[in-house]
T-cell receptor, first 115, second 113 residues
Framework: GAVVSQHPSRVICKSGTSVKIECRSL??????MFWYRQFPKQSLMLMAT?????????EQGVEKDKFLINHASLTLSTLTVTSAHPEDSSFYIC???????????FGPGTRLTVT | QKEVEQNSGPLSVPEGAIASLNCTYS??????FFWYRQYSGKSPELIMS????GDKEDGRFTAQLNKASQYVSLLIRDSQPSDSATYLC?????????????FGEGTQLTVNP
């Protein structure tokens, strides 16, 4: 149980384009999903928290107009990186939390490369 | 002071030994504690959760919690080379809003064959 999927696993895009990453909880309903970014050899950095049906809460320093998050259902959240730049190249990981618990289950991550 | 602190390592142990990973946290009111394992290039995987003082065992893993000392540890018995990874301590702190966890920066463990 507690399986979270992400799609795509890898994506290469040109500078200036947008990329959408999907995060799905496969066997539980996720009232809250989290989006993290991790640069090589660095720790996880929380970007935003999204609750189903409401606006995401962004961490300080994360541009909400650049990183669009939608959590339209209890099993799906999406992160769209708009007008991507090479410095946005990173490992993007989502996690999901079921209602009533604090355990977070991570997706396998999406490696984004912006050329 | 960081909210969740871990020794960055690297911690190196021989195969078959006990690996001991430590974590301290600053918010005395924290109630939920987690250990994640992250292999290089992969996402974190939840391996243990602990909520009350004492020990919790799951196979070769034992989590230990001491709320009075604000300390949580993870012991790995009979360490295997496949245990080589970065171990992240995570805490649900009363100081943070909502359901977010605060992660330590991780301890890199290497188990030598």
């Amino acid at each position: 149980g507690a399986v979270v999927s992400q799609h795509p696993s890898r994506v290469i895009c040109k500078s200036g384009t947008s990329v959408k990453i999907e995060c799905r909880s496969l066997d539980f309903q996720a009232t809250t999903m989290f989006w993290y970014r991790q640069f090589p050899k660095q720790s996880l950095m929380l970007m935003a928290t999204s609750n189903e049906g409401s606006k995401a809460t962004y961490e300080q320093g994360v541009e909400k107009d650049k990183f669009l998050i939608n959590h339209a259902s209890l099993t799906l959240s999406t992160l769209t990186v708009t007008s991507a730049h090479p410095e946005d190249s990173s490992f993007y990981i989502c996690s999901a939390r079921a209602q009533g618990g604090y355990e977070q289950y991570f997706g396998p991550g999406t490696r984004l490369t912006v050329t | 002071q960081k909210e969740v602190e871990q020794n960055s390592g690297p911690l190196s142990v021989p195969e078959g030994a006990i690996a001991s990973l430590n974590c301290t946290y600053s918010d005395r009111g924290s109630q939920s504690f987690f250990w994640y394992r992250q292999y290089s290039g992969k996402s974190p995987e939840l391996i243990m959760s602990i909520y009350s003082n004492g020990d919790k065992e799951d196979g070769r893993f034992t989590a230990q919690l001491n709320k009075a000392s604000q300390y949580v540890s993870l012991l790995i018995r009979d360490s295997q080379p496949s245990d080589s990874a970065t171990y992240l301590c995570a805490v649900k702190s009363l100081e943070t809003s909502g359901s977010r966890l605060t992660f330590g920066e991780g301890t890199q463990l290497t188990v030598n064959p």
